[in-house]
């Protein structure tokens, strides 16, 4: 082994990018596997925590398929969280020249343990149904945070001017937080549903029905914002043009998987693919806004005329 790879690093180098790279893919996995533990109805597959069931950290026998079930999701939470210290070190001799990455590596090491707390939170309230939602919109910040990590380790320190007028840039912005609304009012609708975890699992007692239609009408919100954006990331040649393409694609796969999910009586593989799509969605919104700014170095900021530009 080359005996630099030994050393840690003092410049970015391709072992940081990746460990970036596997922070963000690990932290939408995890929502998927938390997921296969809710929509099998193995949330209490551990009925314990930190222990899986009194006096063993692992399943027994006799949990069967919900113990290993959720004692698997129980592990990637420690991939995740060994993946997030290697960050730390990693970045450990750049923490004065690099403070956002260090910063960003730090919330995420942290937001494992905090993960893990709520996580435990969960199982010894028998699922409430509030906790797991909050448990799922902590792991949709995670991956906006590890989305911000990765974006950061391709650029220049120091800082950043806007390269679109001003104009996009409040859409954008606005197009984020339609996004997030649709997101929480999903996850408040998966908890007025079925597929609570567990049968003797609570539900909040909220109308699920009417909830759609309140998830609904954002998420189509997002879908009309996104396409004006994109009209005027196309017109005004804006370098943010592609992650904006990307956003629609998203969104639009994700309608689909809805509307299939909501007319077929929401299939737990339909449900969990839906799951999953909104912590890519978030992850592409979040890249959208990030690139609205670029490094001074490399650019001059947009001039407010610029903005006449694009609306004429």
């Known amino acids: 082994m080359n005996p630099k790879y030994l050393r840690l690093p003092s410049v970015i180098d391709g ?27 193995s949330g209490l597959g551990c009925p314990t925590w930190p222990t899986c ?15 290993v079930i959720e004692f698997a999701n129980r592990l990637m939470t420690g991939l995740i969280g060994i993946i997030a210290i290697a960050a730390v070190i990693l970045l450990w001799r750049l923490r004065t020249q690099r403070k956002d990455l260090f910063a960003l590596a730090v919330i995420l090491a942290a937001g494992v343990l905090a993960q893990a707390l709520v996580g435990g939170v969960t199982v010894l309230t028998g699922l409430n149904p509030f906790i797991v939602g909050f448990h799922f919109t902590v792991s949709l910040i995670m991956v906006c945070i590890a989305t911000v990590l990765v974006h950061r380790v391709y650029l220049a320190p120091g800082p950043r001017a806007r390269v679109v007028p001003a104009g996009f840039a409040r859409l954008a912005h606005a197009t984020s937080f339609v996004v997030a609304l649709t997101v929480l009012m999903g996850v408040l609708t998966t908890a007025s549903g079925p597929h609570s975890g567990d049968a003797d699992a609570g539900r909040t007692g909220f109308n699920a029905e009417l909830l759609e239609h309140l998830h609904a009408w954002p998420g189509y919100a997002t879908l009309v914002l996104t396409v004006v954006l994109l009209v005027a990331s196309v017109r005004g040649k804006l370098p943010v043009r592609s992650f904006v393409v990307t956003l629609l694609m998203i969104e639009l796969v994700q309608i689909v998987v809805g509307l299939l999910q909501a007319n077929l009586g929401l299939p737990p593989l339909l449900v969990g693919l839906h799951m999953v799509l909104a912590c890519v969605l978030a992850a592409a919104m979040t890249l959208v806004v990030l690139n609205l700014k670029a490094p001074r170095e490399v650019t001059a900021e947009v001039p407010e005329t610029a903005h006449e530009q694009v609306r004429s």
């Open 15 to 41: 072992r940081i990018r990746v460990v970036a790279w596997l922070s963000l893919v690990t932290e939408i996995l995890i929502v998927g596997t938390g997921g296969a533990v809710r929509l099998t109805g």
């Open 53 to 67: 069931v009194a006096g063993s950290i692992v399943p027994t026998e006799e949990m069967g398929i919900y113990g």
